[in-house]
């Protein structure tokens, strides 16, 4: 293996909105990695404890506590909401 970045998208992506943000901007960037072929990207908003799954298919899933964060990209992953949110 070599040393250096790894070239291509990344199979996920995740956007973390801060105070600042507009949610047009945040959407904005979601678009860019699924245009450049990235499989999933997340929302992840802290003021709203919410998590919007965006996947290359165009489906969309908006997630908030108690329910658990799980992708498809990621085979056995699943975390409860509010984990993701914890202090």
């Excluded at 956007?15 to 245009?35: C, I, R």
């Excluded at 997340?42 to 908006?62: K, L, N």
Aim: aromatic fraction near 8%; include cysteine; hydrophobic fraction near 45%.
């Amino acid at each position: 293996m070599s040393a250096g970045f790894f070239e291509g998208p990344p199979d996920l992506a995740a956007e973390v909105v801060s105070p600042t943000d507009a949610w047009q901007d945040v959407e904005s960037k979601v678009a860019m990695w699924l245009e450049h072929g990235c499989q999933s990207c997340w929302i992840i908003d802290p003021r709203t404890r919410r998590i919007v799954i965006h996947a290359r298919d165009s489906r969309i899933t908006s997630l908030k506590p108690p329910e658990k964060l799980q992708d498809p990209v990621l085979p056995g992953f699943r975390v409860p909401v509010l984990a993701v949110f914890a202090r």
